[in-house]
């Protein structure tokens, strides 16, 4: 709600939720004058655009119904549960001849923009290789929530939940993956939910790149993530998030960079609670619900598409693949 409301001209006039009393008391707090029990309920009322923040399984719903009632939509990450629903909501949305955003606020990072910057001005060439090292800390309260951990309602664990953004870095830095080979496991977190809680990952790239990934949710205290990549000169830059929530260049070899700022990870270092973790990030989601406004009035693209978001989604649902089968996954590149 901060993000939304930060961005001028945006006026949150209406929610909906399952849960009514949720909704009811959502409503209260941020004073919206309007509650609903549905997204077909909720758009039937008439809105210039929606955003949906259910729990990844009914983001499909949520898209699919924003483009029956013709309206443009910037949903939550991951854009689905699978490439094949993902696939579904770009083309209706498309259809409909709506806006469709997916939120990767860390695109936002001006370390992130720095890095996809230098690759486009050529100080930084192609990327030959890179890495995303995810390392967080998640617990039994953070499962207790009903939908976090299934198969049917998550889709995937660390990788699907949290690596998803940094896999979103990776491969706006590289391009597009052409093959994935994968491990997962759950290895520490068993009791409690069915997805992944360690995953470890090779993708190869169209351009002939090769990258690593390693993430999981075991880590006590949380390391934070760190997304690098480096080209065929040497030069490298790397995306630092310590702690979570909060992104810097940890390391640039980029001619005109410079480092902005350094972190050290300590023993004992805090965990952030989870609203503090969103309290760091809603500038930058803020930023994204701004380009996505300044998309729906200019009649243009914004900066993250729903075709954007289906290429992590992919590599991640291949790494499940990858796991299940012990071969190799190619992709479509589509
Ligand atoms: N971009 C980010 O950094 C970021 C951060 C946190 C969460 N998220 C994403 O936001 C989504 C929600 O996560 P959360 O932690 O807020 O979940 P949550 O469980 O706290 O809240 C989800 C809400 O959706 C409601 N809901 C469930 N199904 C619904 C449906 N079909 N229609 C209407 N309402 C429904 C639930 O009752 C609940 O109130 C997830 O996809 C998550 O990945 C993104």
Not at 13 to 21: I, K
Not at 206 to 227: D, E, K, M, Y
Not at 235 to 252: L, N, Q, Y
Not at 282 to 293: G, K, M, N, S
């Amino acid at each position: 709600m901060a993000a939304l409301r930060a961005v001028a001209g945006v006026q949150v006039v209406a929610v909906a939720d399952v849960d009514a009393g949720r909704a009811r008391t959502f409503a209260a707090a941020h004073g919206v004058a309007r509650v609903y029990p549905g997204a077909d309920e909720l758009l039937a009322s008439g809105l210039d655009a929606v955003t949906i923040c259910t729990p990844h399984g009914a983001h499909e719903d949520g898209v699919l119904a924003a483009a029956r009632h013709r309206t443009h939509v910037l949903c939550e990450k991951p854009v689905a549960l699978t490439v094949a629903q993902a696939r579904r909501m770009t083309a209706a949305t498309a259809a409909a001849g709506v806006r469709f955003g997916v939120l990767f606020q860390r695109r936002f990072w001006p370390a992130a923009l720095g890095v996809r910057r230098a690759i486009d001005d050529g100080r930084l060439g192609t990327p030959i290789c890179g890495g995303v090292l995810a390392r967080f800390n998640r617990d039994a309260e953070y499962y207790a929530e009903p939908w976090r951990g299934r198969l049917d309602t998550e889709g995937g664990g660390v990788l699907m939940t949290q690596a998803i953004h940094h896999v979103d870095l990776l491969q706006w830095f590289m391009g597009p993956a052409r093959r994935v080979t994968g491990r997962c496991a759950t290895l520490v977190h068993g009791g409690l939910i069915e997805v992944e809680d360690t995953a470890a990952a090779v993708v190869e790239f169209a351009s002939g790149a090769i990258a690593t990934i390693q993430a999981g949710t075991t880590f006590r205290p949380g390391l934070g993530a760190q997304v690098w990549v480096s080209d065929a000169r040497g030069r490298t830059a790397s995306v630092m998030e310590f702690p979570e929530g909060v992104g810097f260049t940890d390391i640039s070899t980029v001619p005109g960079d410079e480092v902005s700022q350094t972190g050290r990870v300590r023993a004992g270092s805090p965990d952030l609670p989870l609203a503090r973790i969103h309290e760091h990030l809603v500038p930058y989601h803020a930023r994204q619900v701004e380009d996505f406004v300044d998309a729906v009035r200019h009649d243009r693209e914004p900066a993250v598409t729903g075709h954007d978001a289906v290429r992590s989604l992919e590599i991640v649902e291949a790494v499940y693949r990858s796991s299940r089968t012990g071969a190799a996954v190619d992709l479509t590149g589509g």
